[in-house]
Nanobody, 133 residues
Framework: QVQLVESGGGLVQPGGSLRLSCAAS????????IAWFRQAPGKEREGISC????????YYADSVKGRFTISRDNSKNTVYLQMNSLKPEDTANYYC??????????????????????????WGQGTQVTVSA
């Protein structure tokens, strides 16, 4: 059974840090690209970071570049999003998602580069991040 379970969200002050986790089970991470999205109330879901797990390639939206880092722990089958220098505008529900089964390597790189919601076939339930003083 495919599962993605996010954790690590919470309330943090501006300038603070959080690390989100996405625990994967039921599939092989190397066969997918895995991304972090976020959605604030009244806004579109935004793809902020992505990793092509088979080669470790990483991609970031301009809004988080230099502040957020995506990484993985193979032993735990878990992907992380380290978020530093958090701003109130980072407040959102954060989701991890994977590409559909059978998505080839070249396509995974393309998908990671553009991070469109429709390209990802399976999602976690989300974890809330609130940045506020």
């Amino acid at each position: 059974q495919v599962q993605l379970v996010e954790s690590g969200g919470g309330l943090v002050q501006p300038g603070g840090s959080l690390r989100l986790s996405c625990a994967a089970s039921g599939f092989t991470l190397d066969a997918h690209a895995i991304a972090w999205f976020r959605q604030a109330p009244g806004k579109e879901r935004e793809g902020i970071s992505c990793m092509v797990t088979s080669d470790g390639g990483t991609y970031y939206a301009d809004s988080v570049k230099g502040r957020f880092t995506i990484s993985r722990d193979n032993s735990k089958n878990t992907v992380y999003l380290q978020m530093n220098s958090l701003k109130p505008e980072d407040t959102a529900n954060y989701y991890c998602a994977i590409t559909r089964v059978g998505t080839g390597y070249v396509q995974r790189r393309l998908i990671c580069g553009r991070r469109r919601r429709a390209d990802f076939g399976f999602w976690g339930q989300g974890t809330q991040v609130t940045v506020s003083a």
